[in-house]
């Protein structure tokens, strides 16, 4: 398979493996509310804990990686091409805040773009998820925590896997997830983002 059909299917594959939503599909399999009617209306792992259901929170944010990481590792299981794989992780990412099956309105991609990271090198990814891990234990804002993973991301990613197409793919993730992370942005600013662990609201 040449580069050019390489890409194409990798792009593909990945977008449609993205576009599955676990916050949803786990929400559903438990009988919980739809995350979409509550709280921030977000389908991601943060939205479901507020559902007062730590499992289903953590089985999303398993899932929502897992989706990311899967799409990478089987694009470079298949190619050996780093790029290739980089692009698969983008795709994923980006059908996961636009997915074809939800009327292309998803999450905001933390988990994903997690996911992807661990698959491109471990060493970015764990250093991305210890960022956030950090900033959410001692603010307690999930969303906070996110945006300063992001800007942390691309410049581990250009320090360990120097300046290239992987790199930018990364840098693209991160300006998304800043761009998707806009209200949480104002409401930051303002002083009414919810904490985490916050109850759902009507």
Do not use: C
């Amino acid at each position: 398979m040449d580069l050019t059909l390489s890409l194409a299917v990798a792009a593909i594959a990945g977008y449609l493996l993205g576009s599955l939503s676990f916050a949803i599909v786990v929400s559903r399999v438990l009988a919980l509310p739809d995350p979409r009617s509550y709280g921030s209306r977000n389908p991601g792992a943060t939205n479901v804990l507020r559902s007062g259901s730590k499992a289903a929170a953590v089985l999303t944010l398993v899932g929502d990686a897992g989706k990311g990481w899967l799409a990478v590792w089987l694009a470079w299981i298949a190619t050996g091409n780093l790029v290739v794989a980089a692009v698969a992780g983008l795709a994923a990412f980006v059908g996961h805040l636009f997915p074809v099956f939800y009327r292309f309105a998803g999450g905001k991609g933390v988990a994903t773009a997690a996911g992807v990271l661990l698959a491109l090198d471990w060493r970015v990814g764990l250093g991305t998820i210890a960022t956030w891990l950090i900033i959410a234990a001692f603010l307690r804002y999930s969303s906070l925590a996110a945006l300063i993973a992001a800007v942390f991301a691309p410049l581990a990613a250009l320090f360990v896997l120097g300046p290239g197409l992987p790199a930018l793919a990364v840098l693209v993730m991160a300006a998304l997830l800043v761009w998707r992370h806009k209200q949480n942005i104002s409401r930051l600013l303002s002083g009414t983002e919810p904490r985490l662990g916050a109850k759902k609201t009507a």
